[in-house]
């Protein structure tokens, strides 16, 4: 009796532990004073990235080879969905300087 209600709690852990792996996650990075926050960022295919610009300037997040150019108000936001497995520069257009990168895994 006592070994039959262990196994069942057993199996309910595992069909959770199961469930989870693909669910999409928001990756939050912050631009604050002129910077990109983390600079670098590790996301699955399909997890959005979310920039929260904290300035009193605009930004942008712009890749590199053109894939994607997110515009960042003065105390706004952008976002993208991570579409395929790669590795992104990217880079804001009015301040060049502004560096970013983005590594793109497997889901
Ligand atoms: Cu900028």
Same mark, same amino acid.
Request: net charge neutral.
């Given at each position: 009796?006592?070994?039959?209600?262990?196994?069942?709690?057993?199996?309910?852990?595992?069909?959770?532990? !199961?469930? /989870?792996? %693909?669910? $999409?996650?928001? @990756?939050?990075?912050? +631009?604050?004073?002129?910077?990109?926050?983390? =600079?670098?960022?590790?996301?699955?295919?399909?997890?959005?990235?979310?920039?929260?610009?904290?300035?009193?300037?605009?930004?942008? !997040?712009? /890749?590199? %080879?053109? $894939?994607?150019? @997110?515009?960042?108000? +003065?105390?706004?936001?952008?976002?993208?969905? =991570?579409?395929?497995?790669?590795?992104?520069?990217?880079?804001?257009?009015?301040?060049?300087?502004?560096?970013?990168?983005?590594?793109?895994?497997?889901?």
């Amino acid at each position: 009796m006592r070994r039959t209600l262990t196994l069942s709690i057993l199996l309910a852990v595992a069909t959770c532990a !199961a469930a /989870a792996p %693909d669910a $999409a996650e928001t @990756v939050r990075i912050n +631009v604050d004073k002129l910077r990109f926050a983390p =600079a670098e960022a590790t996301v699955h295919v399909g997890d959005e990235i979310e920039w929260t610009n904290g300035d009193f300037v605009a930004h942008t !997040a712009t /890749a590199r %080879d053109g $894939a994607w150019d @997110v515009a960042l108000p +003065v105390k706004g936001s952008g976002r993208i969905v =991570a579409q395929q497995v790669g590795e992104i520069d990217y880079f804001c257009r009015v301040h060049p300087n502004m560096r970013g990168h983005i590594s793109v895994k497997p889901k």
